[in-house]
């Protein structure tokens, strides 16, 4: 199978794309060609074979040949003397983090051109991507939400009581997270988190809570599951310590929560990803409090696609690869038109 990995865009996760991109070297069997995304959406063919992030920070990556989006798929221009060249792919792998891959914007364009790829679909990706709507979306299928406060840049936030957790609202990563707690660094956080976005969450910060992973996806309609992970932390995740996950292959050690909360927590992932996630591999975190399973986040492109939290990655992607939801044929036959012509008398 060739897999085309599209990776970068203008997101402020961009970096750790490409770092979550170089992984899957050492993770899919299968031939792989780059397709490289820069910060003004031009797409480059980025040889596997040389592949290396300082390609990327030092511009070199503009030597490679130039790549365009086409029906049902991509080509480059040819020479002087020669016609344009098709690449040749199977299935596209969306492993642009943040905006334009997460935000349903790569969703959008990939599905525009009938071009088969791996990620969720646009308006899976508008509901994960944004905590509030995933916070109601969570809500609406029956999965625990941690309270939350939400506030757009320019409204007086209010803190009921301290400590408190700030996160923008589009971002992952940590990005802009800040642990508030006290008025005197309530305005410090409220600065560094409208600097990457215009709206934030307030949730109630809970020292000492346990966290879990869960990945999975569907083949043919049945839920594949990870292992369940519990992420080894200090206060919580910060970015640079997140960063390291997006180049991880190694295997993730599974915990035991017994049977009563796996359970409840596979349960809670099934609701999340219903049928709005199909042709996905997601990972979604959760807390337990007391005893009750509260989901964190929805990652819709995990850092490199939560690989080592399965036993054999490789071949789940194929089996996903092979059974990605159809699109709705929708017939355009003019009847409509062709009545009012004829009611006309032309």
Same mark, same amino acid.
């Given at each position: 199978m060739k897999i085309a990995i599209i990776f970068g865009g203008v997101s402020f996760e961009h970096e750790i794309?490409?770092?979550s991109s170089i992984a899957m070297k050492d993770v899919l069997n299968d031939e792989l060609i780059y397709l490289f995304l820069d910060a003004s959406r031009d797409l480059y063919l980025i040889p596997t074979n040389?592949?290396?992030?300082?390609?990327?920070?030092?511009?070199?990556?503009?030597?490679? !040949? #130039?790549?365009?989006f086409q029906k049902g798929g991509f080509y480059k221009k040819g020479g002087l003397f020669s016609k344009e060249q098709?690449?040749?792919?199977d299935v596209v792998l969306n492993l642009s983090?943040? $905006? !334009?891959?997460? =935000?349903?914007?790569?969703?959008?364009?990939? !599905?525009?051109? @009938?071009? +088969?790829? *791996?990620? +969720?679909?646009?308006e899976a990706c508008v509901v994960s991507s944004n905590k509030f709507l995933t916070k109601g979306y969570a809500s609406s299928v029956g999965v625990n939400t941690l309270d939350y406060k939400y506030f757009t840049k $320019? &409204?007086?936030?209010?803190? =009921?009581?301290?400590?408190?957790?700030? #996160?923008? /609202?589009?971002? $992952?990563?940590?990005?802009g997270v800040s642990i508030v707690k006290s008025q005197e660094e309530l305005e410090y956080a409220l600065d560094v988190a409208f600097e990457f =976005? %215009?709206?934030? *969450?307030?949730?109630?910060? *809970?020292?000492? /809570?346990? &966290?879990? @992973?869960?990945? $999975?996806?569907?083949? @043919?309609? &049945?839920?594949?599951?990870?292992?369940? &992970?519990? +992420?080894?932390?200090?206060?919580?995740?910060?970015?640079?310590? #997140?960063y390291l996950d997006f180049s991880r292959t190694s295997k993730a050690l599974e915990v035991d929560l017994g049977e009563k909360l796996n359970e409840e927590i596979k349960e809670s992932f099934r609701r999340l990803y219903n049928t709005l996630f199909e042709g996905s591999?997601?990972?979604?975190?959760?807390?337990?409090? %007391? !005893?009750?399973?509260?989901? %964190?986040?929805? %990652?819709?492109?995990?850092g490199s696609m939560a690989n080592y939290l399965f036993q054999d990655f490789a071949t789940l992607f194929n089996e996903v690869a092979t059974s990605l939801p159809l699109k709705k044929h929708i017939p355009i036959t003019y009847e409509y038109v062709n009545k009012i012509q004829a009611s006309k008398g032309k």
């Amino acid at each position: 199978m060739k897999i085309a990995i599209i990776f970068g865009g203008v997101s402020f996760e961009h970096e750790i794309s490409i770092v979550s991109s170089i992984a899957m070297k050492d993770v899919l069997n299968d031939e792989l060609i780059y397709l490289f995304l820069d910060a003004s959406r031009d797409l480059y063919l980025i040889p596997t074979n040389i592949i290396k992030s300082k390609l990327f920070s030092s511009g070199e990556y503009k030597k490679f !040949d #130039k790549v365009y989006f086409q029906k049902g798929g991509f080509y480059k221009k040819g020479g002087l003397f020669s016609k344009e060249q098709t690449i040749p792919y199977d299935v596209v792998l969306n492993l642009s983090h943040g $905006g !334009d891959g997460e =935000d349903g914007i790569l969703s959008s364009v990939l !599905d525009f051109y @009938n071009i +088969p790829f *791996i990620a +969720p679909r646009t308006e899976a990706c508008v509901v994960s991507s944004n905590k509030f709507l995933t916070k109601g979306y969570a809500s609406s299928v029956g999965v625990n939400t941690l309270d939350y406060k939400y506030f757009t840049k $320019g &409204e007086k936030v209010t803190v =009921d009581s301290f400590p408190v957790i700030l #996160k923008p /609202v589009k971002l $992952g990563s940590s990005i802009g997270v800040s642990i508030v707690k006290s008025q005197e660094e309530l305005e410090y956080a409220l600065d560094v988190a409208f600097e990457f =976005d %215009n709206a934030i *969450i307030l949730e109630p910060f *809970i020292s000492g /809570v346990k &966290e879990y @992973n869960l990945a $999975g996806t569907k083949v @043919n309609g &049945e839920f594949r599951f990870s292992i369940i &992970e519990e +992420p080894q932390k200090a206060e919580f995740l910060d970015f640079d310590k #997140k960063y390291l996950d997006f180049s991880r292959t190694s295997k993730a050690l599974e915990v035991d929560l017994g049977e009563k909360l796996n359970e409840e927590i596979k349960e809670s992932f099934r609701r999340l990803y219903n049928t709005l996630f199909e042709g996905s591999i997601i990972r979604c975190d959760f807390f337990v409090v %007391n !005893d009750t399973v509260y989901l %964190n986040e929805i %990652n819709s492109i995990p850092g490199s696609m939560a690989n080592y939290l399965f036993q054999d990655f490789a071949t789940l992607f194929n089996e996903v690869a092979t059974s990605l939801p159809l699109k709705k044929h929708i017939p355009i036959t003019y009847e409509y038109v062709n009545k009012i012509q004829a009611s006309k008398g032309k």
